[in-house]
């Protein structure tokens, strides 16, 4: 497995790959990999003649006052799990190595990054679509992959690589749970004790919204104070509670089957999302 730091170095690399053998797939992470990261690679590998896995902690999504210094890091452990499961390579930038001096061109798909996570989150997405359409030019994927736990970016990347012409296939996949049912998340780690068993409610929220959603409730207010009580249980901070498009990211007034109920909460220090598709 070669670790690769420079963004030359990597595009090289990548069109050797590509000319020995295709797909390339690529696994964009921000490192301290866990089973749900785990779950990308494996697919990627079974779906891909050669998989990069990116690590970079992207400075450009964290706001002011939002978690960058402390969001977890585990390289080490992180390049020994992707040389477990055969990467060809690891793509581990420095920040300076992906923003230069000057830097100054960036990224926008403003009618998705708009609500949920971007009401409270300013600039959040638009760094997040301009380091990955950087990730993309330097490493030449054919193919993406990314969980939907991070549901608002997977839309809002199928937009920009629609609009783009960029020619990736990007593939969603499944969010991974813990066995309480809390989504698999890298800040999980700094989650204390206590705070730990409360966050399971806002998994809980989702699951009670999602059995009303079963018996027949389509009324998304009654869906929402559902899962409302439960978050209060946990007695979290709730950021927002909404039922969405699935395509448009519109929020709803009426569920129909397969729109999605996404929440976001502070528990403590920490930020979490989750979300989950309301089917009959």
């Known amino acids: 497995m070669e670790v690769i730091k420079s963004p030359a170095e990597m595009q090289k690399a990548a069109g050797a790959l590509r000319s020995e053998a295709s797909p390339l797939g690529l696994v964009p992470t921000m490192g301290a990999l866990h089973d749900g990261h785990i779950s990308l690679i494996k697919r990627a590998t079974t779906e891909c003649a050669a998989v990069v896995v990116s690590i970079f902690v992207n400075p450009s999504q964290f706001g002011l006052g939002e978690d960058f210094e402390l969001y977890p890091s585990s390289l080490d452990s ?3 799990i992707c040389e477990n499961l055969e990467i060809a390579v690891v793509y581990a930038p420095p920040a300076d190595a992906m923003f230069e001096k000057g830097y100054d061109t960036w990224i926008e798909v403003p009618s998705l990054a708009a609500g ?8 959040h997405f638009r760094g997040v679509a301009t380091v990955v359409a950087k990730l993309f030019s330097i490493c030449r994927p054919e193919r993406v992959y990314f969980g939907e736990k991070d549901y608002q970016q997977l839309v809002l990347i199928r937009r920009m690589v629609l609009d783009l012409n960029l020619g ?12 309480d049912g809390l989504a698999m998340s890298s800040r999980n780690a ?3 004790k206590n705070e730990r068993e409360r966050a399971i409610f806002i998994s809980r929220g989702l699951c009670r919204a999602q059995d009303l959603f079963v018996a027949g409730e389509r009324s998304v207010n009654e869906l929402k104070k559902a899962a409302h009580e439960e978050l209060e249980k946990g007695d979290v901070e709730i950021d927002y509670i909404e039922v969405i498009d699935p395509e448009t990211m519109e929020l709803l007034e009426v569920a129909f089957d397969s729109s999605r109920m996404a929440i976001s909460a502070k528990v403590g220090a920490i930020r979490l999302i989750d979300n989950l598709p309301l089917k009959g």
Do not use: F, M, Q, S
């Not at 990736?168 to 066995?179: L, Q, S």
């Open 116 to 123: 949920l996570c971007g009401a409270n989150r300013p600039g």
């Open 190 to 192: 700094n989650l204390e």
């Open 78 to 80: 992180d390049l020994e």
């Open 168 to 179: 990736v296939d990007v593939i969603g996949c499944p969010t991974v749970r813990e066995n």
